[in-house]
């Protein structure tokens, strides 16, 4: 293989090391058709001692999300063991000097009908990825209250999968309309669920509260190592039932994901918040500590 420019040229399809420019999927494939694709973003982190390359974080459980969505999708499974090998082959290969974003794509590559079986093609791109400007320049979202979501019978929200954000762009894009940068989905039976792409979390004197995941959202693995950090900081972790209402008596509230990280809410509809709240900041720190320390 040639020497690439940057370690965001080098792509993994099917474990073979190709040039990302070579990556293609047909207009009429079956992912593109239907949506018939999964997908996990994990993050790679530098290592607190400067010098070496950037390494995964949270590679195992990304692929146990993986294995579950393509079978919630009634998509034929991958072997994670072989994936788990193609994420080390990648950065073995890119050896990323920078903080950085890996995409593993699982889609039906093949021309096809929706009840054709698909022939599935695995994907891993690298990007680089530093702070988003919510901790990069220290400013605070502004999040507007958006519809409800739909109901969990026909795709359940603990699949991963690209059709969940046809509905959500929609209100995404209204919400950005109204001068807002995110958005807060609710539950068909009006309960507060999650932003598109990131879970909620309030801040209640030490209580550090999330929807429930029978509210339609996803089993965020940001989500997890935070409710994990919790305790070590004074905090009472608690997945329950939210409402719009909560939002008034708040005292902070940030959305997180592998992609955000952490995203502190200065704003939801006219209601001003400290963005980043103490609460929030602890956490971030813990956070980043957690995931540094290899």
Known sequence: MAE????????????????????????????????????????????????????????????????????????????????????????????????????????????????????????????????????????????????????????SHQCKCIAHYAGARRALLAAKADGFDSVLLRAADGRLAEAPTANLFLVRGEELLTPTLDSGVLAGITRQALLDLAPGLGLRPRETDLWPADLDDADEVFLCGTGIEVGPVARVGTRSLPAPGPVTKGLVEAYFAAVRSG
């Open 4 to 155: 690439l420019d940057s370690f965001y040229d080098t792509a993994i399809c099917d474990g073979v090391a190709v040039p990302v420019g070579s990556l293609a999927l047909s207009v009429e494939s079956q992912a593109l058709r239907y949506g018939l694709s999964v997908f996990e973003g994990l993050r790679g982190y530098l290592p607190a001692e400067p010098g070496g390359p950037a390494v995964p974080f949270a590679v195992a459980a990304h692929l146990r999300r993986l294995v579950s969505s393509l079978a919630l999708a009634a998509l034929p499974p991958v072997d994670p063991d072989a994936v788990a090998g193609w994420v080390d082959q990648l950065f073995q290969t890119a050896r990323p000097s920078s903080d950085c974003y890996l995409r593993i794509a699982v889609s039906a590559a093949g021309v096809g009908g929706l009840t054709d079986q698909p022939r599935m093609q695995t994907t891993l791109t690298l990007r680089p990825m530093g702070r988003k400007r919510w901790l990069a320049e220290g400013v605070g979202l502004a999040l507007g209250l958006g519809p409800c979501k739909g109901s969990d019978e026909l795709l």
